[in-house]
């Protein structure tokens, strides 16, 4: 498991905790999360240097902590401009908030063998919002001039799972 080194993220993980811990449905606690992950948005010291890191050809992850019991995982995902994910949902509510800069999403409706676009929205720095399955296919991107970064938190295991990805979605889309 990876070691945080900021004592901000620290604070973070713990807030997180004790909004999972409270129980309820998934959107209860997604809602708690998303509002503790709001209250550190702003922190410049959340992120160590490392965890700022891109990579040049697609956005990077970097676990920053899985809980022990598996209950709730935090990672950074740091994109270039034009990065993005493929289409897809997710294996448990994920709740993100952007840190850096901005990022878009796109989400989309599966109607049979195609998927239809809902609505585009920017996420500003500060923001945090979530998506609890089903219903949270989407696609997000960095479609602005310069670096961004998100923290998400995931419901699951990411250390054990690798991603929170539960489904890749090539199918024609209809605007």
Known sequence: MPRLLSPTAALLVGDIRTAV??????HAVAARVAKALTRHLSDPRLLDPEHREPDPNHYRQ???????????SVVAL???????TCIHDHVSWCVVGTYVGEEEETTYRLAGDRLIQL????????VASYLVPPG???????????ASISIHVYGADIGLLGTSIRRRYDLPVQR
Do not use: M, Y
């Not at 811990?21 to 998934?26: I, L, P």
């Not at 676990?63 to 209950?71: A, R, T």
């Not at 585009?120 to 720095?125: K, L, V």
């Open 78 to 84: 740091v994109w270039l401009p034009g990065q993005e």
């Open 21 to 26: 811990t409270a129980g309820g449905t998934d």
């Open 136 to 146: 949270d296919i989407h696609k997000v991107c960095n479609s602005s001039d310069s």
């Open 62 to 72: 970097h676990v920053l902590h899985v809980e022990p019991d598996g209950s709730f």
């Open 119 to 126: 609505r585009t929205n920017r996420t500003p720095q500060g």
